[in-house]
């Protein structure tokens, strides 16, 4: 009975370890096959509502700061009155503003693969990281909506340039003005445009200038942007045909292209005049390779900015892909149909200067890289304190591969301009007849990543996977343990389990034996029973069990 105890314990035994072990393999297996980090990495890299890149997007954990830098002109007078030849410039700063992004009014069209979304942004100004108070510190700098009247008024007649001439001289604009940084960047009241605001309200429709609040403030909480999310694969996971790429801008605003630059959306534009197929520097894909080359979009630009990948680096032990602005990103050239839509009446700017009058009023403003580089040469004969520095005025934008989002070691380095045209009848502004005269540059760049970013790309790159191959390791480990086990039972012979039971069978036995040889002899005393020599021999040398005669009898 206890022999078949035993073995049905060793039965039980056997299967529970077949059937862990099977199940511990086929779990193992399915990790490995199956990828299932990859499954939840996808879902929660995505924008749809609850995912992870979605609650980052909507309030990016990115520290991007601007770093603006005013030109301030010492010798006007002397300049003016043609006791200098050069105007002299010194550049001031940085004074630092922190660039705070959030996303609103979230729609998505699930019948073109978009979302829709109103981005706005807010300027911090950042103390720390800044050389002054601009509320304290004073310039003195170039009048833009004079300037800028001025050069317009060469296109009119004569009768309408003596009339401008004479407005200007009655509210006593000056060519220069002097002023704090903080009222030059943010805005100041100005008779000039006060006076347009009433007479012109459709086209200028404001009553104080900020250079600063016209190229990055200025309707960002009320551009609407559509743009594509991640285009869908076939089933093998490569991209259907024809797709847009993920989080590039498909409108804004309704608009697939810049008015301004004759867009047209019969044939779709071209590489000059588009907004479509850019990015708005938030969002990037994350199949991203080294062969990728794209478009940077914002309204400051009035353009879109081509970048090509420079290298592969790494920050603070993140990966990182580098691209560079190219050195002819703001030439134009009336035979090249990249860049021949930004030639009025086919006439172009200088080489390396980019106009951008069309996004501001007509207002004649051009942007360059800081202190002319790459640009003509001849605009810096007119001035002293400029210095063009590749290594310090390079633009580089840099992306993190394993979440597609901008990343430290970002710098866009651009420059403000004003362009000054022929002069008719204003004496005050002779001297700065075709010139393009410096207003500021600004480095727009991204802060080290915040810990908990740092930590989640980490995890991404190696931290999950290592843990998923570690479970997958480890149940596979234990289900071969289990299999063995169950194997070792099955085909190894219980022999020493038999042979135990048999020695406490014969153990009892021999116990029992003994016992009642003990009574005996202890009652044959008692009694003096008289035993024959062949009991005598039987008892001392006999095995298994013994009665007397006298028992018997």
Known sequence: MKLFTNQNQRNAKLLRSAALGMTLLFFGSLVIIADPLQSILDTQLSLKPGALLHRLWLLPPLDVYINVYMFNYTNVDEFTAGRATKLQLQEVGPYVYKEVLSNHNI????????????????????????????????????????????????????FAALGLSAITRQLNSQPMLEMSVHDYMWGYEDHLVELASRFVPNWIDFTSFGIMEKLFREGNESNVFNMNLPEPKDKYGVRLPDAPRGYTVDSINGERGFKGWEYNNANNGTMCNRIWGSHDATLFPLDMDENDE??????????????????????????????????????????????????KNNRCLKKGVGS????????????????????????????????????????????????????????????????????????????????????????LNIDVLCLSLRLLIHGIKWGFPLLQWSAALGMLLAGVYQLCSALMLCIWPPTKQFQKVDQVERGATTIQVIGAGLSLASGLRKSSIQLDPEEQHHLLFGGGSFIPKLAKA
């Not at 002054?132 to 909506?145: C, E």
């Open 107 to 158: 729609t998505y069209n699930e019948s073109n693969n978009t979302i829709t979304y109103t981005p706005k942004r807010e300027y911090i100004f950042a103390p720390e990281r800044s050389v002054g108070d601009p509320k304290v510190d004073r310039i003195r700098a170039p009048n833009i909506p004079l300037m800028g009247v001025t050069t317009l008024a060469s296109s009119l007649s004569m």
């Open 356 to 443: 951008v009058s069309p996004c501001y009023y007509n207002i004649p403003l051009a942007i360059t890289y800081p202190h002319f580089m790459h640009a003509d040469p001849s605009l810096l004969e007119p001035f002293e304190g400029l210095q063009p520095n590749e290594t310090r005025f390079t633009s580089t934008f840099v992306v993190q591969p394993q979440l597609g989002a901008p990343m430290q070691g970002t710098h866009l380095r651009l420059q403000a301009n004003q362009v000054v045209g022929k002069v008719n009848f204003n004496r005050m502004m002779t001297p700065f007849e075709n010139m393009i005269l410096p207003l500021l540059w600004v480095d």
């Open 294 to 343: 794209f478009f940077l979009y914002r309204r400051t630009f009035c353009r879109r900015l081509p970048v090509k990948f420079n290298r592969t680096t790494s920050y603070n032990g993140l990966d990182a892909y580098e691209f560079v602005m190219e050195p002819d990103s703001f030439d134009s050239e009336v035979d090249n149909a990249n860049s021949s839509c930004y030639c």
